[in-house]
């Protein structure tokens, strides 16, 4: 499985970007489908996940009320809304799948199998 980032860019603090993450290759099986984040020097942190068929999400203390989760199967597609952003929202947004159907450990980044390459996301004050 390949993942694709995309959407990220330049907002100014209370501004709006959306970033998807469009999944090729062996998608037949079922995938918890997660966003992560990377502030330099910092470790990456989980932001949001949902599962495979899109009935639950969760999200990090830090962006519920703000970001939203969804995918799209058919389209082999996930799209992280974020909204009133902040300047500590800053950092490269990773997407990531999880080879399974349960939510056990969504907010782990190692227990995601693969993960996409990145996008950039950088909020002005």
């Known amino acids: 499985v390949q993942l694709q980032a995309s959407g990220g860019g330049l907002v100014q603090a209370g501004g709006s970007l959306r970033l998807s993450c469009a999944a090729s290759?062996?998608?037949?099986?079922?995938?918890?489908m997660g966003w992560f984040h990377q502030a330099p020097g910092k470790e990456r942190e989980f932001v949001t996940a949902?599962?495979?068929?899109?009935?639950?999400?969760y999200y990090a203390v830090s962006v519920k009320g703000r970001f939203t989760l969804s995918r799209d199967n058919a389209k082999n597609t996930v799209y992280l809304q974020m909204n009133s952003l902040k300047p500590e929202d800053a950092a490269v947004y990773y997407c990531?799948?999880?080879?399974?159907?349960?939510?056990?450990?969504?907010?782990?980044?190692?227990?995601?199998?693969?993960w996409g390459q990145g996008t950039l996301v950088t909020v002005s004050s």
């Open positions: 990531a799948a999880q080879r399974t159907v349960t939510m056990k450990e969504y907010s782990t980044p190692g227990r995601y199998d693969y």
């Open positions: 949902i599962s495979w068929n899109g009935g639950a999400t």
């Open positions: 290759g062996r998608t037949g099986s079922s995938y918890v």
